[in-house]
């Protein structure tokens, strides 16, 4: 089984910028497609950005195209998501997930890491 460490969250005023990183340990992701995830409080977990096992293909929810960037580097040890322009509604701990299948659904994911919250201030 995959260990995933998310770190990079934290408070933000609106607009602000924020890197979030989902490490794993060597060439643990290689051939796995990633993803980021997001739960706020008394919600259900939503997808957010995936990005394919060879970096190729990426999917975004519509609200974060042109504000969040997910990418992969070469050694397969670390997926990062850049978030701009934060917003309140942006609020949530934010997971990282690998699985064989690029989806939206968490069901298609195989193992997740354990959460980094993100929080927007207006």
């Known amino acids: 089984q995959v260990q995933l460490v998310e770190s990079g969250g934290g408070l933000v005023q609106a607009g602000g910028s924020l890197m979030l990183s989902c490490s794993a340990s060597?060439?643990?992701?290689?051939?796995?497609?990633m993803a980021w995830f997001r739960q706020a409080p008394g919600k259900e977990r939503e997808f957010v950005a995936a990005?394919?096992?060879?970096?190729?293909?990426?999917d975004y929810k519509e609200s974060v195209k042109g504000r969040f960037t997910i990418s992969r580097d070469n050694t397969d040890t670390t997926v990062s998501m850049k978030m701009n322009d934060l917003q309140p509604e942006d609020t949530a701990i934010y997971y990282c997930?690998?699985?064989?299948?690029?989806?939206?659904?968490?069901?298609?994911?195989?193992?997740w890491g354990q959460g980094t919250q993100v929080t927007v201030s207006s």
């Open positions: 997930a690998g699985g064989r299948y690029l989806g939206r659904s968490p069901d298609e994911y195989m193992f």
């Open positions: 060597a060439r643990a992701l290689t051939h796995y497609h």
């Open positions: 990005i394919g096992w060879d970096g190729r293909a990426t």
